[in-house]
């Protein structure tokens, strides 16, 4: 063994069992290397290939189990904070028509750096809007990046935008009008909500959602289901099982027919003006849709990422909105229900701070309210 025979039997068998001890350390640690490699490659070979529409940094946690093949909706969601979800600009399938409608109007928009529609001062009221826009305007030039605001008055339809008609990723704000195109199929009678559809392997993305966490080999779920989840938890894997059901290229079509000019069928984007567009949709829709509407508003009202929009403002104030995380940019686009609601939609890209983002964000909304809560 190569011991000093000057050392004592008694130490000789002791350097002996350090020496084993060693070498077992060793071979341990080898095995678990070995281990831990072999599941890393594994799991990314089980999802080579995949297309991602979704992807974020952690997933938004809820006590929701799945113990059923079939998933009804449950009961209540938390009410914490989350981390927002996203939406990729990976290319989909397409037959090559990169629809952007209205260039002309798009370039003068570019040209000028925001939306040129103004409020004149006999229509304003109590609320100058004028002065409301040049504040944000002058507000959001002390960040880095550029911030889009479109706002609407629900009640006059009054509104004006900044940047709004820019180009944007729409990360998650996405699942607004996917979901407004499946509820009015479900009004119409074409879609039952309670039909279920089954997860598949391409359905699955990490990022936020619930979805992601459990066991979802042969699971199946209905549509109203996966619905909430999109929403309330921006659920990614619901929201890739319903677009693969009702068609992404179909969505981009129902958001052109709204009016949306910021969309193409092989990016995911949108921009400030299309998104308050969407949103005046939904809210005419909840209104007009008895238990229809309200299911989608409460929806709406109780997703647990609320950092943005809603985070200055009264805890009384019902704030129906979906955010939108991406890399360089930070969304937040909703419905303000104050005793006159409004719609205000934020968007953001090339910011250098998530959490700076979001705390412009906070303020815009808090500015907005302010100014024209008492109108």
Same mark, same amino acid.
């Given at each position: 063994?190569?011991?000093?025979?000057?050392?004592?039997?008694?130490?000789?068998?002791?350097?002996?069992?350090?020496?084993?001890?060693?070498?077992?350390?060793?071979?341990?640690?080898?095995?678990?290397?070995?281990?831990?490699?072999?599941?890393?490659?594994?799991?990314?070979?089980?999802?080579?290939?995949?297309?991602?529409?979704?992807?974020?940094?952690?997933?938004?946690?809820?006590?929701?189990?799945?113990?059923?093949?079939?998933?009804?909706?449950?009961?209540?969601?938390?009410?914490?904070?989350?981390?927002?979800?996203?939406?990729?600009?990976?290319?989909?399938?397409?037959?090559?028509?990169?629809?952007?409608?209205?260039?002309?109007?798009?370039?003068?928009?570019?040209?000028?750096?925001?939306?040129?529609?103004?409020?004149?001062?006999?229509?304003?009221?109590?609320?100058?809007?004028?002065?409301?826009?040049?504040?944000?305007?002058?507000?959001?030039?002390?960040?880095?990046?550029?911030?889009?605001?479109?706002?609407?008055?629900?009640?006059?339809?009054?509104?004006?935008?900044?940047?709004? +008609?820019?180009?944007?990723?729409?990360?998650? +704000?996405?699942?607004?009008?996917?979901?407004?195109?499946?509820?009015?199929?479900?009004?119409?009678?074409?879609?039952?909500?309670?039909?279920?559809?089954?997860?598949?392997?391409?359905?699955?993305?990490?990022?936020?959602?619930?979805?992601?966490?459990?066991?979802?080999?042969?699971?199946?779920?209905?549509?109203?289901?996966?619905?909430?989840?999109?929403?309330?938890?921006?659920?990614?894997?619901?929201?890739?099982?319903?677009?693969?059901?009702?068609?992404?290229?179909?969505?981009?079509?129902?958001?052109?027919?709204?009016?949306?000019?910021?969309?193409?069928?092989?990016?995911?984007?949108?921009?400030?003006?299309?998104?308050?567009?969407?949103?005046?949709?939904?809210?005419?829709?909840?209104?007009?849709?008895?238990?229809?509407?309200?299911?989608?508003?409460?929806?709406?009202?109780?997703?647990?990422?609320?950092?943005?929009?809603?985070?200055?403002?009264?805890?009384?104030?019902?704030?129906?909105?979906?955010?939108?995380?991406?890399?360089?940019?930070?969304?937040?686009?909703?419905?303000?229900?104050?005793?006159?609601?409004?719609?205000?939609?934020?968007?953001?890209?090339?910011?250098?701070?998530?959490?700076?983002?979001?705390?412009?964000?906070?303020?815009?909304?808090?500015?907005?309210?302010?100014?024209?809560?008492?109108?």
């Amino acid at each position: 063994m190569g011991f000093d025979r000057k050392l004592s039997i008694k130490e000789r068998i002791q350097k002996r069992r350090k020496q084993k001890r060693k070498r077992f350390f060793i071979v341990l640690c080898f095995l678990l290397i070995s281990i831990m490699t072999y599941f890393v490659i594994n799991n990314a070979l089980g999802h080579d290939g995949e297309d991602p529409v979704f992807s974020d940094k952690e997933p938004a946690q809820s006590t929701i189990q799945i113990t059923a093949a079939v998933e009804s909706t449950p009961t209540a969601f938390p009410a914490s904070v989350g981390v927002a979800s996203s939406v990729s600009t990976t290319p989909e399938e397409t037959n090559g028509d990169n629809v952007n409608a209205s260039p002309a109007n798009s370039a003068e928009n570019d040209a000028k750096g925001e939306n040129s529609l103004e409020v004149s001062s006999s229509a304003q009221g109590k609320v100058n809007y004028d002065k409301l826009k040049s504040d944000l305007g002058q507000y959001i030039s002390k960040f880095a990046g550029q911030y889009g605001i479109h706002y609407i008055d629900l009640e006059n339809n009054y509104e004006f935008g900044i940047n709004d +008609t820019n180009e944007y990723i729409a990360a998650s +704000t996405v699942k607004v009008p996917l979901n407004y195109f499946v509820y009015k199929k479900i009004a119409a009678g074409e879609v039952d909500p309670k039909k279920t559809l089954t997860y598949t392997e391409g359905d699955f993305e990490g990022g936020t959602g619930i979805l992601q966490n459990k066991k979802l080999a042969g699971k199946s779920f209905t549509i109203k289901y996966l619905m909430e989840l999109s929403i309330t938890h921006s659920d990614n894997i619901a929201t890739n099982m319903l677009l693969r059901h009702f068609g992404r290229k179909n969505l981009k079509n129902y958001m052109r027919s709204l009016g949306g000019t910021v969309v193409k069928d092989n990016k995911n984007v949108s921009c400030p003006k299309d998104m308050a567009i969407y949103m005046k949709d939904v809210y005419e829709f909840c209104n007009s849709n008895g238990e229809l509407g309200e299911e989608f508003k409460h929806n709406l009202c109780n997703t647990v990422f609320n950092d943005r929009l809603p985070k200055l403002l009264p805890k009384e104030v019902k704030v129906a909105h979906k955010v939108g995380n991406q890399i360089e940019a930070v969304h937040d686009v909703g419905i303000i229900y104050t005793d006159k609601p409004y719609v205000l939609t934020v968007m953001s890209k090339g910011i250098v701070s998530e959490e700076e983002a979001c705390n412009v964000i906070a303020e815009i909304s808090k500015k907005v309210y302010d100014v024209v809560k008492d109108r």
